[in-house]
T-cell receptor, first 115, second 112 residues
Framework: DQQVKQNSPSLSVQEGRISILNCDYTNSMFDYFLWYKKYPAEGPTFLISISSIKDKNEDGRFTVFLNKSAKHLSLHIVPSQPGDSAVYFCAASEGSGRNFNKFYFGSGTKLNVKP | DAGVIQSPRHEVTEMGQEVTLRCKPISGHNSLFWYRQTMMRGLELLIYFNNNVPIDDSGMPEDRFSAKMPNASFSTLKIQPSEPRDSAVYFC??????????FGSGTRLTVV
């Protein structure tokens, strides 16, 4: 059973508008979260992270929000640009202990930003 | 640094054949991961190594799959015998520890 879920396989947004990508997790031990971006024929690249001691982390146009009680995180992209069109993966780990470096990934959301 | 290097980029093989995928991690990274990407399940962790030692191979689907890391700069993922359902993109990633993987460009495997 997948411990990290991205229930929207795709999302289409107009250029300049906000893109919101969602991710849910089931393991309450997860306390470190990452978002990766993947272009076709390339490996995923790191985008932004958040640890459970925070509920928001911002990096330029990208902001990740974490709601620990709901076991939910989201990635906001504002404003969206055509170059943001890619598959976005969220990932989670326990952040400490033996498996601190073991990340579980969601199935990805394909974002299409229309010019 | 050239990043994580995977070879081959594409592999087409017949069912029943042995397939070997290769990975060179970033120098100095002490963790290495093998992932498989499929449409249904996204990125699945197959196995990971810390300091060349396999730590968790619970994601390896069957005994047909094996992975080795003979030294800090090289790892292989082998499938023997291969089956059509093994067709996927296989990614290798390395990390210095504490999150933030760097992924390779992947090997697209097609088993016919």
């Amino acid at each position: 059973d997948q411990q990290v879920k991205q229930n929207s396989p795709s999302l289409s947004v107009q250029e300049g508008r906000i893109s919101i990508l969602n991710c849910d997790y089931t393991n309450s031990m997860f306390d470190y979260f990452l978002w990766y971006k993947k272009y076709p024929a390339e490996g995923p690249t790191f985008l932004i992270s958040i640890s459970s001691i925070k509920d928001k982390n911002e990096d330029g146009r990208f902001t990740v929000f974490l709601n620990k009680s709901a076991k939910h995180l989201s990635l906001h992209i504002v404003p969206s640009q055509p170059g943001d069109s890619a598959v976005y993966f969220c990932a989670a780990s326990e952040g400490s202990g033996r498996n601190f470096n073991k990340f579980y990934f969601g199935s990805g959301t394909k974002l299409n930003v229309k010019p | 640094d050239a990043g994580v290097i995977q070879s081959p980029r594409h592999e087409v093989t017949e069912m029943g054949q042995e397939v070997t995928l290769r990975c060179k991690p970033i120098s100095g990274h002490n963790s290495l991961f093998w992932y498989r990407q499929t449409m249904m399940r996204g990125l699945e962790l197959l196995i990971y190594f810390n300091n060349n030692v396999p730590i968790d191979d619970s994601g390896m689907p069957e005994d047909r799959f094996s992975a080795k890391m003979p030294n800090a700069s090289f790892s292989t993922l082998k499938i023997q015998p291969s089956e059509p359902r093994d067709s996927a993109v296989y990614f290798c990633a390395s990390s210095p520890g504490g999150g933030g993987y760097t992924f390779g460009s992947g090997t697209r495997l097609t088993v016919v």
